[in-house]
């Protein structure tokens, strides 16, 4: 055994070596410089940060998927990862949706637009677009989760032919928690079926009191055996969501969530988000339900 | 220190933390080691691994607490008739070490006196612990052959510290468990060098080595050494400094404070504050801009204990050399060169070419360090006093064969209250500790990342009955009022303390702790009654 | 031909060395002056000594991955006029050196293989670590006399290597076995042959003798095997875990004294207002704040399961992820562990459980 593991490292490390050819001159540490554009302020605690890269070259070679995050740098606080809220299909520029929460965060929200921040990424793996081709799609979001599930209905907007029936149900505490409510008028004018649902409700709201798991009626059991869920939010509402949605027929095969965890580095060595035997940053954030085990980790 | 000066003759640990490991019975007050003592907790984990016995006094639940065979969870501040109830125990079960009492110690009778006088469920009562209980550890404590107790400012930090003290000396002596290897009384010094800053006359009425100020014989040794006539008046008390005591004649117009941040660690801050605004002239020598360094006229950038040479004496009276490992930073110097380039240029030349020089002058003016030379203490582990010349090989525990005063001395004490009770204004009583991630009041350790990333925010511990009394959510943000001032905390639901009590930490320059303690202080060592006061709590809204 | 096996005089070693450090520097074990001894880099070969029968107190992970290291810096400057605001960085990479490591331990070889993996072998390439590990040389000792809390034999990882060293040394008396495996160390050979003499059947006879006999000089019997596999089987030794955390003091020393614990943290540390530093720093699981997220969140009960990440960590999920258990056997964290709950009372405790039940099992058959 000693000789055959050590082989197997070695083999790695040889890999490894022929891989820094090609990367000699990258070094993933290093932040490039974005610039905010336009701020948009979705509920008390979170704003919408539309931006761009400074360098008009590095605008041209990004890409990313929905699901995937950033590092994010504010001056002199660190860096934290966000998740992309925006589609890559629909501008030049790209949107981080972030809540004030801790001390980078609060300091992103004291920005402006013009101000700077740096940027690191697309990290980690995205909802399944290719999978996703032809289905019908149920996304079910809580609080901020909303963020990454917004860059998806953002694609299926602009894409209606590519998927089947689309449907959003999103609760957060109170009416003044949801996000993005400015914009659901042309989601459903896209064709999104929109499910709004608060646990207290306040004068004048106009859709559903109760926990999110309430809208998961008879009517959202999977229509075809390929019909995907997508959810994401907080750690107790996944768990009871992804046990909703196995109870109405959803594979664990056919369910997608994300993880937060701490990060540092964004791909896979600082060790920080380890789950189990997985690295969120690298095997996530996006994972299939049958990927994870018990989910009283999240 | 005065406890065991006036008891033992020597206010040192008796023994070497190495020998704790092989201790029968433990007895721990007043001390969170794992937190406060790391190393020596180790010692303990290894003496209860091969199976000694741990008894722990103290008012809150500690890991330490957690692993003992007995947990005395007394009220704040009851330690003198908690330990008279065990002295009492082992008068009635006849486990006096009658021969010990007879050959090494003096002044018993009173103490018998008191003891017979004492009523174990008046002391229940007062102490919250069972009658019991009492006598359990009572028993172990005094059967064992090796048995040893160790203490922390949980004990001295009282009103009757010196008392306190005292009682555990008494314990100690009872049952015979001092004068040899692995059984004494071992005060754990706070910091590295507590203990060499008191060797070295870091106290009001001594010179280097606890000679006596007032002694002519030890002043003339010192006035020759130094070519100057010293006073033979002893100097003021920290407190006394820094409260501004005294009448407006000898009221002190300037201070050199050093490596200190009295605007933080002080009690009555609004008090420090006020004298430290009337001084003529303020210097201060740290590594940081401390909030004293702050307000002074002078401050000198001090280089860090990495950045010199020198030697440190730590708790079991070790003194070990530390070699310099970097330089100091920009224009920072170390104390000494400081303070010898003050003394030349206010006309008195101090010209030590090393620390090697200055150690060589310890050596011919204190007996305790006689044979203390650096050439001896590089390369090794130190040496421990009683070091009296060369060929002394240092001792690693004291009292061996006699005390240092000659006998023993039992001091009997009654119980002293809490400088301030609590009552229906102020219901609680707060406790005041340390926490594991940072160093005194976080001048350093809050510089550190990680360390602050670990304990970012001043914490209050209350059990979970009392704030569901108060309806106030875990997390939420309190502000805790004493009879001096208030400062404000994040809430902690906590079930190692008892209801009724309070724990915080005094690291933070958010939350000043000492705004709220009081200034009472113990007649004798003038040690603040820093661990007890009664607050009250609300929640800010 | 391209001969494997030499033999170097001990005589000739100081001197092979001074012509090594001619073109590298030289990190050798070292006794300093309190007595310990420490992987050290070497500036007086004459008048400091190389200590080859101790086990050093330090791995050689900080040579590759210093405790504390700069990334780079960054500056702010605010908009002025008609520049924007900006805020840049500046990568700082440590030089590459040529460094030889004489009498590295082979523990320490397998985890440097090991942190090669996470460091070399994952998504992105850690150029720092890479900047320092490119231009190393290894020279390997074989371990005769395994110390006192070893446990190699059982993590597979020594006392003798089979490969991944440039050089491997055992010491047979008067003379080193030398082995040869990678190309460098092919090349130092070559470069002086003067020092080396093949070795002949007589070497080879007592190089196995040796090889065999520190194998039975083993102090400890630790069972990383069954350990390892018990976990893989979905044991959950949730009583000995939570006993262990309680005794756990968070310090962080058996992450940081583990050779192959290479989990850091990065924060920003101001200079001015308008510059600072990014700045990596050894991090450990067992700290509170590793996996607390912004809002006070935390994925881990950190008081009951301080410890259970770590353990983990090491013998379930680099088995799964790297394909073996990243405990290399040193020991070192036995002596490091304020409150004596190291890797070794884990296995022993899971082995032990097992072993009852298994008694169990069979008197319930009798």
Same mark, same amino acid.
């Given at each position: 055994?000693?000789?055959?593991?050590?082989?197997?490292?070695?083999?790695?490390?040889?890999?490894?070596?022929?891989?820094?050819?090609?990367?000699?001159?990258?070094?993933?540490?290093?932040?490039?410089?974005?610039?905010?554009?336009?701020?948009?302020?979705?509920?008390?605690?979170?704003?919408?940060?539309?931006?761009?890269?400074?360098?008009?070259?590095?605008?041209?070679?990004?890409?990313?998927?929905?699901?995937?995050?950033?590092?994010?740098?504010?001056?002199?606080?660190?860096?934290?990862?966000?998740?992309?809220?925006?589609?890559?299909?629909?501008?030049?520029?790209?949107?981080?949706?972030?809540?004030?929460?801790?001390?980078?965060?609060?300091?992103?929200?004291?920005?402006?637009?013009?101000?700077?921040?740096?940027?690191?990424?697309?990290?980690?793996?995205?909802?399944?677009?290719?999978?996703?081709?032809?289905?019908?799609?149920?996304?079910?979001?809580?609080?901020?989760?909303?963020?990454?599930?917004?860059?998806?209905?953002?694609?299926?907007?602009?894409?209606?032919?590519?998927?089947?029936?689309?449907?959003?149900?999103?609760?957060?505490?109170?009416?003044?928690?949801?996000?993005?409510?400015?914009?659901?008028?042309?989601?459903?004018?896209?064709?999104?079926?929109?499910?709004?649902?608060?646990?207290?409700?306040?004068?004048?709201?106009?859709?559903?009191?109760?926990?999110?798991?309430?809208?998961?009626?008879?009517?959202?059991?999977?229509?075809?055996?390929?019909?995907?869920?997508?959810?994401?939010?907080?750690?107790?509402?996944?768990?009871?969501?992804?046990?909703?949605?196995?109870?109405?027929?959803?594979?664990?095969?056919?369910?997608?969530?994300?993880?937060?965890?701490?990060?540092?580095?964004?791909?896979?060595?600082?060790?920080?988000?380890?789950?189990?035997?997985?690295?969120?940053?690298?095997?996530?954030?996006?994972?299939?339900?049958?990927?994870?085990?018990?989910?009283?980790?999240? | 220190?005065?406890?065991?000066?006036?008891?033992?003759?020597?206010?040192?640990?008796?023994?070497?933390?190495?020998?704790?490991?092989?201790?029968?019975?433990?007895?721990?007050?007043?001390?969170?080691?794992?937190?406060?003592?790391?190393?020596?907790?180790?010692?303990?984990?290894?003496?209860?691994?091969?199976?000694?016995?741990?008894?722990?006094?103290?008012?809150?639940?500690?890991?330490?607490?957690?692993?003992?065979?007995?947990?005395?969870?007394?009220?704040?501040?009851?330690?003198?008739?908690?330990?008279?109830?065990?002295?009492?125990?082992?008068?009635?079960?006849?486990?006096?070490?009658?021969?010990?009492?007879?050959?090494?110690?003096?002044?018993?009778?009173?103490?018998?006196?008191?003891?017979?006088?004492?009523?174990?469920?008046?002391?229940?009562?007062?102490?919250?612990?069972?009658?019991?209980?009492?006598?359990?550890?009572?028993?172990?404590?005094?059967?064992?052959?090796?048995?040893?107790?160790?203490?922390?400012?949980?004990?001295?930090?009282?009103?009757?510290?010196?008392?306190?003290?005292?009682?555990?000396?008494?314990?100690?002596?009872?049952?015979?468990?001092?004068?040899?290897?692995?059984?004494?009384?071992?005060?754990?010094?706070?910091?590295?060098?507590?203990?060499?800053?008191?060797?070295?006359?870091?106290?009001?009425?001594?010179?280097?080595?606890?000679?006596?100020?007032?002694?002519?014989?030890?002043?003339?040794?010192?006035?020759?050494?130094?070519?100057?006539?010293?006073?033979?008046?002893?100097?003021?008390?920290?407190?006394?400094?820094?409260?501004?005591?005294?009448?407006?004649?000898?009221?002190?117009?300037?201070?050199?404070?050093?490596?200190?941040?009295?605007?933080?660690?002080?009690?009555?801050?609004?008090?420090?504050?006020?004298?430290?605004?009337?001084?003529?002239?303020?210097?201060?020598?740290?590594?940081?801009?401390?909030?004293?360094?702050?307000?002074?006229?002078?401050?000198?950038?001090?280089?860090?204990?990495?950045?010199?040479?020198?030697?440190?004496?730590?708790?079991?009276?070790?003194?070990?050399?530390?070699?310099?490992?970097?330089?100091?930073?920009?224009?920072?110097?170390?104390?000494?060169?400081?303070?010898?380039?003050?003394?030349?240029?206010?006309?008195?030349?101090?010209?030590?070419?090393?620390?090697?020089?200055?150690?060589?002058?310890?050596?011919?003016?204190?007996?305790?360090?006689?044979?203390?030379?650096?050439?001896?203490?590089?390369?090794?582990?130190?040496?421990?006093?009683?070091?009296?010349?060369?060929?002394?090989?240092?001792?690693?525990?004291?009292?061996?064969?006699?005390?240092?005063?000659?006998?023993?001395?039992?001091?009997?004490?009654?119980?002293?209250?809490?400088?301030?009770?609590?009552?229906?204004?102020?219901?609680?009583?707060?406790?005041?500790?340390?926490?594991?991630?940072?160093?005194?009041?976080?001048?350093?350790?809050?510089?550190?990342?990680?360390?602050?990333?670990?304990?970012?925010?001043?914490?209050?511990?209350?059990?979970?009955?009392?704030?569901?009394?108060?309806?106030?959510?875990?997390?939420?943000?309190?502000?805790?009022?004493?009879?001096?001032?208030?400062?404000?905390?994040?809430?902690?639901?906590?079930?190692?303390?008892?209801?009724?009590?309070?724990?915080?930490?005094?690291?933070?320059?958010?939350?000043?702790?000492?705004?709220?303690?009081?200034?009472?202080?113990?007649?004798?060592?003038?040690?603040?009654?820093?661990?007890?006061?009664?607050?009250?709590?609300?929640?800010?809204? | 031909?391209?001969?494997?096996?030499?033999?170097?005089?001990?005589?000739?070693?100081?001197?092979?060395?001074?012509?090594?450090?001619?073109?590298?520097?030289?990190?050798?074990?070292?006794?300093?002056?309190?007595?310990?001894?420490?992987?050290?880099?070497?500036?007086?070969?004459?008048?400091?000594?190389?200590?080859?029968?101790?086990?050093?107190?330090?791995?050689?992970?900080?040579?590759?991955?210093?405790?504390?290291?700069?990334?780079?810096?960054?500056?702010?400057?605010?908009?002025?006029?008609?520049?924007?605001?900006?805020?840049?960085?500046?990568?700082?990479?440590?030089?590459?050196?040529?460094?030889?490591?004489?009498?590295?331990?082979?523990?320490?070889?397998?985890?440097?293989?090991?942190?090669?993996?996470?460091?070399?072998?994952?998504?992105?390439?850690?150029?720092?670590?890479?900047?320092?590990?490119?231009?190393?040389?290894?020279?390997?000792?074989?371990?005769?006399?395994?110390?006192?809390?070893?446990?190699?034999?059982?993590?597979?990882?020594?006392?003798?290597?089979?490969?991944?060293?440039?050089?491997?040394?055992?010491?047979?008396?008067? %003379?080193?076995? $030398?082995? /040869? @495996?990678? &190309?460098?160390?092919?090349?130092?050979?070559?470069?002086? !042959? *003067?020092?080396?003499?093949?070795?002949?059947?007589?070497?080879?006879?007592?190089?196995?003798?040796?090889?065999?006999?520190?194998?039975?000089?083993? %102090?400890?019997? $630790?069972? /990383? @095997?069954? &350990?390892?596999?018990?976990?893989?089987?979905?044991?959950? !030794? *949730?009583?000995?875990?939570?006993?262990?955390?309680?005794?756990?003091?968070?310090?962080?020393?058996?992450?940081?004294?583990?050779?192959?614990?290479?989990?850091?943290?990065?924060?920003?540390?101001?200079?001015?207002?308008?510059?600072?530093?990014?700045?990596?720093?050894?991090?450990?699981?067992?700290?509170?704040?590793?996996?607390?997220?912004?809002?006070?969140?935390?994925?881990?009960?950190?008081?009951?399961?301080?410890?259970?990440?770590?353990?983990?960590?090491?013998?379930?999920?680099?088995?799964?992820?790297?394909?073996?258990?990243?405990?290399?056997?040193?020991?070192?964290?036995?002596?490091?562990?304020?409150?004596?709950?190291?890797?070794?009372?884990?296995?022993?405790?899971?082995?032990?459980?097992?072993?009852?039940?298994?008694?169990?099992?069979?008197?319930?058959?009798?």
């Amino acid at each position: 055994m000693t000789e055959r593991s050590i082989r197997t490292i070695d083999s790695q490390v040889m890999t490894g070596r022929a891989g820094r050819l090609r990367l000699t001159s990258k070094n993933p540490y290093v932040p490039r410089s974005a610039i905010i554009r336009e701020i948009t302020r979705e509920t008390d605690s979170v704003s919408t940060f539309v931006m761009s890269f400074i360098d008009e070259l590095e605008n041209n070679s990004f890409s990313y998927q929905p699901g995937q995050f950033m590092m994010v740098s504010v001056a002199h606080q660190g860096e934290a990862p966000i998740s992309i809220s925006s589609s890559s299909l629909q501008s030049d520029f790209f949107s981080l949706t972030i809540r004030n929460s801790g001390r980078l965060t609060k300091a992103m929200h004291s920005l402006k637009p013009g101000n700077v921040i740096g940027l690191r990424g697309p990290y980690g793996t995205a909802f399944p677009l290719e999978e996703m081709q032809g289905r019908n799609l149920l996304i079910v979001g809580g609080g901020i989760g909303m963020a990454p599930l917004r860059s998806v209905v953002h694609t299926c907007c602009r894409q209606p032919d590519h998927f089947g029936k689309v449907s959003v149900l999103y609760g957060s505490q109170n009416p003044g928690e949801l996000c993005f409510q400015s914009e659901m008028q042309s989601w459903k004018e896209a064709g999104v079926d929109c499910r709004l649902i608060v646990d207290a409700a306040d004068n004048g709201w106009q859709h559903q009191v109760g926990l999110v798991t309430d809208l998961l009626t008879d009517e959202f059991r999977p229509q075809k055996k390929k019909d995907l869920a997508l959810v994401c939010g907080p750690g107790i509402m996944i768990r009871f969501v992804i046990q909703r949605l196995e109870e109405l027929g959803y594979s664990p095969e056919n369910i997608f969530t994300t993880l937060e965890r701490h990060m540092k580095c964004g791909f896979g060595l600082c060790g920080h988000c380890h789950c189990r035997e997985k690295l969120v940053c690298v095997d996530g954030p996006v994972f299939r339900r049958s990927q994870l085990g018990v989910l009283e980790d999240l | 220190m005065a406890g065991l000066a006036t008891t033992f003759g020597s206010g040192a640990m008796t023994n070497s933390i190495n020998e704790l490991s092989s201790a029968q019975v433990i007895l721990l007050s007043g001390s969170n080691t794992t937190e406060a003592h790391p190393q020596v907790a180790r010692r303990i984990y290894d003496a209860v691994d091969q199976g000694a016995r741990l008894i722990v006094i103290d008012p809150r639940q500690t890991a330490m607490a957690s692993l003992a065979h007995i947990h005395l969870q007394l009220r704040p501040g009851t330690d003198i008739p908690l330990l008279n109830g065990m002295m009492r125990c082992i008068l009635d079960e006849n486990l006096v070490d009658e021969l010990f009492v007879e050959m090494r110690t003096e002044n018993y009778i009173p103490l018998r006196d008191l003891l017979l006088t004492i009523d174990l469920n008046e002391v229940t009562a007062t102490t919250g612990v069972s009658i019991k209980d009492i006598a359990r550890a009572a028993r172990i404590y005094a059967r064992a052959q090796r048995s040893v107790i160790c203490y922390c400012l949980g004990v001295t930090q009282h009103i009757c510290g010196t008392a306190n003290v005292q009682s555990y000396a008494g314990l100690a002596m009872l049952t015979g468990h001092v004068e040899r290897e692995f059984t004494g009384v071992d005060p754990l010094r706070g910091q590295n060098n507590v203990q060499g800053a008191c060797d070295m006359g870091g106290l009001p009425a001594v010179l280097p080595g606890y000679q006596m100020v007032a002694d002519p014989v030890v002043r003339d040794k010192f006035d020759r050494a130094w070519g100057v006539c010293l006073s033979d008046k002893p100097g003021q008390t920290l407190l006394d400094m820094t409260h501004g005591a005294g009448s407006p004649g000898d009221k002190l117009r300037a201070m050199y404070i050093m490596g200190e941040n009295p605007m933080l660690s002080d009690p009555v801050l609004d008090q420090v504050e006020a004298t430290l605004d009337s001084l003529d002239f303020l210097v201060v020598a740290d590594l940081f801009l401390t909030e004293t360094a702050a307000r002074a006229d002078v401050v000198f950038p001090a280089a860090s204990f990495a950045e010199k040479n020198g030697t440190v004496t730590n708790s079991e009276r070790r003194v070990q050399y530390m070699n310099k490992a970097i330089d100091p930073p920009g224009a920072a110097r170390d104390d000494g060169w400081i303070i010898m380039e003050l003394s030349r240029r206010m006309g008195y030349a101090m010209e030590y070419e090393s620390s090697a020089e200055i150690m060589e002058e310890i050596c011919l003016l204190t007996p305790i360090y006689g044979g203390m030379y650096h050439d001896r203490l590089i390369d090794n582990w130190g040496l421990q006093w009683p070091c009296s010349d060369r060929a002394h090989p240092g001792t690693p525990f004291l009292h061996k064969f006699s005390f240092a005063r000659g006998r023993g001395r039992f001091q009997p004490a009654s119980h002293v209250p809490p400088a301030e009770p609590v009552d229906s204004a102020f219901p609680f009583l707060l406790i005041t500790g340390r926490s594991y991630h940072h160093y005194h009041t976080g001048t350093m350790s809050r510089c550190c990342p990680t360390l602050n990333r670990e304990h970012d925010k001043p914490f209050l511990d209350m059990h979970p009955d009392d704030a569901t009394r108060l309806n106030i959510p875990d997390g939420s943000r309190v502000q805790v009022t004493s009879r001096r001032g208030s400062c404000k905390f994040f809430l902690r639901y906590c079930q190692s303390l008892a209801p009724g009590d309070l724990y915080c930490d005094f690291h933070f320059h958010e939350a000043p702790v000492n705004v709220l303690t009081l200034s009472a202080r113990d007649p004798e060592a003038h040690c603040p009654e820093f661990k007890l006061c009664a607050v009250r709590v609300e929640e800010v809204i | 031909m391209r001969r494997k096996q030499w033999i170097l005089h001990k005589d000739h070693l100081l001197p092979f060395l001074r012509k090594l450090r001619k073109s590298r520097s030289l990190v050798a074990p070292v006794r300093n002056s309190y007595g310990d001894t420490m992987y050290t880099e070497m500036n007086d070969l004459d008048n400091e000594s190389i200590e080859l029968a101790e086990q050093p107190q330090n791995s050689l992970k900080s040579f590759f991955f210093p405790q504390r290291e700069k990334l780079c810096h960054y500056s702010v400057d605010e908009a002025v006029g008609d520049s924007a605001q900006a805020y840049r960085f500046y990568p700082s990479l440590p030089e590459s050196r040529a460094v030889v490591y004489f009498g590295v331990r082979s523990c320490d070889m397998f985890a440097v293989m090991y942190c090669d993996t996470i460091f070399l072998g994952g998504r992105e390439r850690d150029v720092y670590y890479d900047a320092r590990r490119r231009n190393a040389l290894f020279i390997t000792l074989a371990c005769n006399h395994p110390f006192e809390n070893c446990f190699c034999n059982a993590a597979r990882t020594g006392p003798y290597l089979e490969m991944g060293y440039d050089l491997q040394f055992t010491d047979l008396g008067d %003379r080193y076995f $030398v082995e /040869v @495996d990678k &190309a460098r160390g092919r090349e130092v050979v070559q470069q002086w !042959p *003067q020092f080396f003499v093949p070795a002949g059947d007589d070497d080879r006879q007592a190089h196995y003798q040796a090889a065999l006999e520190s194998r039975g000089l083993f %102090r400890r019997q $630790v069972h /990383v @095997d069954l &350990a390892v596999q018990l976990l893989d089987q979905g044991e959950e !030794p *949730q009583a000995l875990l939570a006993e262990l955390s309680a005794r756990c003091q968070d310090c962080g020393g058996c992450a940081f004294i583990c050779p192959t614990c290479t989990c850091f943290n990065i924060v920003d540390q101001p200079l001015s207002d308008d510059r600072g530093e990014r700045v990596r720093t050894w991090d450990a699981c067992t700290f509170d704040g590793f996996t607390r997220m912004a809002g006070n969140h935390n994925s881990v009960q950190i008081i009951s399961q301080r410890v259970t990440k770590r353990f983990y960590h090491k013998l379930r999920d680099d088995v799964l992820r790297h394909g073996r258990s990243s405990c290399v056997g040193c020991g070192r964290c036995v002596g490091m562990c304020f409150g004596g709950v190291d890797i070794v009372r884990f296995i022993d405790g899971l082995c032990a459980a097992d072993d009852k039940r298994s008694e169990k099992r069979e008197d319930g058959h009798d």
